[in-house]
């Protein structure tokens, strides 16, 4: 690992004033931002982007081209795939059952609770402020609104609001709401691929391009 000063153009790179544990795994082409925390056993994959005061917890994952923005706090054992989004001050907690004693009054320590996570699919979204409230798995390509909180699974390309989240719509690869054309079809006004919904789950039928994308 090696910081901005005189990193070669792949290199990662880590500010002066960020806490990178020796033992996390930081991607090339990779920037930690100041007073960002990258804990023990960490692994961050290549071109991530880690925002001032962000926190990836021991153990966890981040997939290549991740963003997480600033403040962001990414509990272990959070597992997010390559290119997915985590908006500044948004939260992916990891305690089911939190309580700072246990039942007999004693300060509570790693042995006395189980971690739990949360699973980030590739290319899904979440926004400024929203809780991921572990465990649950957000979809493929999924968007969970700014200020949500998330207590159950959302599937793929959902788009999700409010406390608690619900599913509102669907989305595309492009973040943009899908156009409903009618008998479960829907098209991304942008990009122009098309989907199709049975039974509450979307799936994608024309990527852009025309081609079939497995991610």
């Known amino acids: 690992m090696t910081d901005a000063h005189g990193a070669a153009p792949d290199a990662a790179r880590i500010a002066a004033t960020a806490d990178v544990d020796g033992r996390a795994t930081i991607g090339a082409g990779?920037?930690?931002?100041?007073?960002?925390?990258?804990?023990?056993?960490?692994?961050?994959?290549?071109?991530?982007?880690?925002?001032?005061?962000?926190?990836?917890?021991?153990g966890v994952?981040?997939?290549?081209?991740?963003?997480?923005?600033n403040h962001a706090l990414v509990y272990e054992p959070a597992d997010l795939a390559d290119g997915v989004f985590v908006g500044p001050a948004a939260v992916l907690t990891n305690d089911e059952y939190p309580r700072a004693v246990?039942?007999?009054?004693?300060?509570?320590t790693a042995a006395d609770w189980t971690a739990v996570g949360v699973t980030v699919g590739t290319g899904a979204s979440i926004g400024a402020r929203a809780v991921c409230v572990a465990p649950v798995r957000i979809g493929r390509w999924?968007?969970?609104?700014?200020?949500?909180v998330v207590t159950r699974d959302v599937p793929d390309f959902a788009l999700v609001v409010g406390v608690p989240a619900r599913r509102v719509g669907w989305v595309g690869r492009a973040g943009e709401p899908l156009v409903a054309k009618g008998e479960g079809r829907y098209v991304c006004p942008r990009?122009?691929?098309?989907?199709?919904?049975?039974?509450?789950?979307?799936?994608?039928?024309?990527?852009?391009?025309?081609?079939?994308?497995?991610?």
């Not at 931002?33 to 917890?57: N, S």
């Not at 246990?102 to 509570?108: D, H, I």
């Not at 999924?142 to 949500?148: I, R, T």
């Not at 799936?203 to 391009?209: I, K, N, Q, V």
């Open 30 to 58: 990779t920037r930690v931002w100041h007073l960002a925390q990258v804990r023990e056993d960490a692994t961050v994959g290549r071109d991530c982007v880690i925002g001032r005061g962000a926190y990836v917890g021991p």
């Open 61 to 69: 994952r981040l997939g290549d081209n991740v963003k997480l923005q």
């Open 102 to 108: 246990t039942p007999q009054g004693r300060l509570k």
């Open 142 to 148: 999924a968007l969970v609104a700014a200020g949500a």
């Open 191 to 215: 990009t122009g691929a098309e989907y199709q919904e049975d039974g509450g789950l979307l799936t994608e039928l024309t990527p852009a391009g025309g081609t079939t994308l497995g991610g």
